[in-house]
């Protein structure tokens, strides 16, 4: 994953210690029900086209900038699917960096473009059933991603997880 300029003059500062970013992902669902997903270069997991939200930038423009930028076609968001959160979303990079996520998954539709994985970023992008999930290598938070954004189309609703938080008793 490409680290943008705004997070490296941040690591500058503090390091590989923990850091909140907002991401967005992103569905394209086939006639046949199919979304498209992505597998990293070098990697064997699968996960979904999207990435950081730029600062000043709004999340469903994000969501169509990483969706080009990643496959070379243009999207029309059309929906939000869930917000995502929590200890799920929180990730140690490889070199040691620490991000807890908030992402934003869109459904949206494919308006133009030939879809092709950049190389860059991405090696390989392959059409999947939503009954296919379960057999796909993934990282934990982006399964819960995935399966609750399955989870809240099929549903016609907006997934995210339920407020437990109360303030403290006196």
Sequence with gaps: MARSGYVARIREKIDRDLLMLHAVSIFVFDAAGRF???QPRGADTWITIGGGVEPDEAPADAAVREFWEETGAIVRPTRV???FGGPEMRITYSNGDLVAYTSTA???ELVSGDLA???EELQALRWTA???VALLPMMD???YVVESALAARNAGETQFRQA???????
Aim: hydrophobic share 50%; net charge negative; proline share 12%.
């Design 117 to 119: 994985a950049d190389g």
């Design 106 to 108: 869109f459904e949206a």
């Design 164 to 170: 437990t938080w109360a303030p403290p008793a006196k």
């Design 141 to 143: 938070g982006m399964r």
């Design 36 to 38: 498209l997903i992505a």
């Design 81 to 83: 699917l869930g917000v």
């Design 130 to 132: 939503p009954a296919e």
